[in-house]
Nanobody, 119 residues
Framework: QVQLVESGGGSVQAGDSLRLSCAAS????????MAWFRQAPGKEREFVGG????????DYEQSVKGRFTISRDYHKNAMYLQMNSLKPEDTAVYYC????????????WGQGTQVTVSS
């Protein structure tokens, strides 16, 4: 069982940066992929970006490309989301998640961390 804990959220101004962290409670070597999702008030949860755990290849949702960067520290069992040039529409609760297999459902979820961007 892998437990995920996000941290690093907060309230910032438009144009600022934040770095979110996702710490895993145990070895993540069985995970195929980890990802960040977000859910804004009144909206469905959406995919932000993901990373293949073994080789670090990342992909992103179109609206965050060029502004957000996902990385992982294999030995620390941690994943990060560097968010630059934040916009008010990035305001949401951000969740990290992990899946054991390619194309599979996300088996593990964190509790979420709030990011609020004001104009």
């Amino acid at each position: 069982q892998v437990q995920l804990v996000e941290s690093g959220g907060g309230s910032v101004q438009a144009g600022d940066s934040l770095r979110l962290s996702c710490a895993a409670s145990s070895r993540t070597f069985n995970l195929f992929r980890m990802a960040w999702f977000r859910q804004a008030p009144g909206k469905e949860r959406e995919f932000v970006g993901g990373i293949i755990w073994s080789d670090g290849r990342a992909d992103y949702e179109q609206s965050v490309k060029g502004r957000f960067t996902i990385s992982r520290d294999y030995h620390k069992n941690a994943m990060y989301l560097q968010m630059n040039s934040l916009k008010p529409e990035d305001t949401a609760v951000y969740y990290c998640a992990g899946t054991l297999k390619a194309g599979g459902p996300y088996d593990y979820w964190g509790q979420g961390t709030q990011v609020t961007v004001s104009s």
